[in-house]
Nanobody, 121 residues
Framework: QVQLVESGGGLVQAGGSLRLSCAAS????????MAWFRQAPGKEREFVAG???????YYKDSVKGRFTISGGNAKNWMFLQMNSLKPEDTAVYTC???????????????WGQGTQVTVSS
């Protein structure tokens, strides 16, 4: 019932910024828990940031203070503001939605197709 589409990825110099967007259709973000995951070549998909339907936020330790997740409060958009980007942030970033909870495991009800983020140095 929910379709998610990411945008905003691209190539950026280390230290630069990008803002990823996740657009939802079919349903609003009301009562949904949202998250961003990423996957680099040869790596497992990993949790980056999440936001509960009441606004609580969670971050992977390595992105704390650099990334900010917003949305998920009855709006059809979710964002990931990424500042001070590092080469190790390079990955395909995917948004996800779940009816039950924010999970660090990649076990969500709905997934987008992903957007590539490449950070050069």
């Amino acid at each position: 019932q929910v379709q998610l589409v990411e945008s905003g990825g691209g190539l950026v110099q280390a230290g630069g910024s990008l803002r990823l967007s996740c657009a939802a259709s079919g349903r609003t973000f009301s009562n949904y828990n949202m998250a961003w995951f990423r996957q680099a070549p040869g790596k497992e998909r990993e949790f980056v940031a999440g936001i509960t339907w009441i606004g609580g936020t969670y971050y992977k330790d390595s992105v704390k203070g650099r990334f900010t997740i917003s949305g998920g409060n009855a709006k059809n958009w979710m964002f990931l503001q990424m500042n001070s980007l590092k080469p190790e942030d390079t990955a395909v970033y995917t948004c996800a939605a779940d009816r039950t909870a924010v999970r660090t495991a990649p076990e969500y009800d709905y997934w987008g197709q992903g957007t590539q983020v490449t950070v050069s140095s």
